[in-house]
């Protein structure tokens, strides 16, 4: 079975397509089948002018007309698109969601923080962290932190804050706002001897990449230090040409790790696991759930017709 997700963020955009495998087993296997990523930066309009421009919003209309195309040639069962923070901000989003839909017939669907966090969620890495009885997931975007603390695999605490890689480029972030994360941290973990850290975002995932540790996608608290001193004596061109970073990664990489280190910092973490998930699998594992469900449905009615 295959199911695709579509996730328009506010640094790039995201179509995934994923199989989900039933073995013989009864293990249901997420297996990846491809990401295509269009680095529009929807938030450099909507966190600056709290508005799209036509050129953006032209792009964003043609690439879903072509995410609409490949979702018809890969013959999905479902797929489901959500828009986060840009979007959230955007006073001009309803009239580009109209469009987006009557152009491509998809229909784009703008989730709050809660419910991005919810999303994420759905991936159930709490079932998979053996070592860590609590542990807090961190999901770094491009206008938006969102954060979930997990006790014996249940979300007991989330919050979402304006704290993102390209709001900080922007200097869009007051000290206040990093302050209310800083209180919400220390409330929450105020009685946690042990936290354990789940990091999220592609920032984070080409850190871990840098690391070269393919197989041991942790890092710990003074290896991001490290990592963030040397991103740091480079400058943004040379972080693409000597560095080999993509142009729309070189510059949100070094907010990226402002954020997790200022988490981690606040929230006593030693050491964060990455493991490759993100906002498009948690979709994906609603689309299944999904499935299951209305296939019980049917099998219920079919028993009483």
């Not at 695709?4 to 297996?31: C, Q």
């Not at 994906?284 to 499935?291: I, K, R, T």
Request: charged share 25%; net charge positive; with cysteine.
């Amino acid at each position: 079975m295959k199911f695709a997700a579509v996730d328009v963020g506010s640094n790039a955009v995201r179509l995934l397509f994923s199989n989900v495998l039933e073995t013989p087993s009864r293990e249901i296997v997420f297996k990846k089948v491809s990401l295509i990523r269009v680095p529009l930066r929807l938030g450099e309009d909507a966190f600056s002018d709290k508005y799209i421009t036509k050129n953006k919003e032209d792009k964003l209309v043609y690439t879903m007309i072509a995410f609409k195309n490949l979702i018809a040639v890969h013959d999905v069962i479902s797929y489901r698109a959500c828009a986060t923070s840009a979007m959230r901000e955007a006073i001009n989003a309803d009239s580009i969601i109209k469009r987006i839909f009557v152009e491509s017939g998809i229909h784009l669907e703008i989730i709050n923080g809660k419910k991005e966090a919810e999303i994420i969620y759905a991936n159930h890495t709490a079932e998979k962290m053996k070592d860590q009885q609590t542990y807090l997931y961190i999901d770094v975007g491009g206008g938006s932190t969102e954060l979930t603390l997990f006790h014996k695999g249940n979300a007991v605490h989330s919050n979402s804050f304006n704290i993102g890689t390209i709001r900080l480029l922007q200097n869009g972030v007051s000290k206040q706002t990093w302050n209310d994360m800083k209180d919400w941290l220390n409330k929450i973990t105020a009685n946690i001897t042990r936290l354990g850290g789940i990091g999220s975002g592609g920032n984070i995932n080409k850190i871990i990449n840098m690391t070269k540790k393919k197989d041991d996608r942790q890092i710990s608290f003074q290896k991001l230090k490290e990592i963030q001193a040397h991103l740091n004596t480079f400058n943004y061109h040379e972080r693409v040409t000597i560095l080999g970073l993509n142009p729309d990664r070189a510059d949100v990489i070094i907010p990226a790790t402002e954020i997790f280190l200022f988490i981690m910092r606040e929230a006593r973490i030693d050491k964060l696991q990455v493991p490759q998930i993100g906002l498009s699998d948690g979709i994906v594992h609603l689309l299944y759930q999904d499935f299951l469900n209305q296939n019980k449905t049917s099998e219920i009615t079919a028993e009483f017709d």
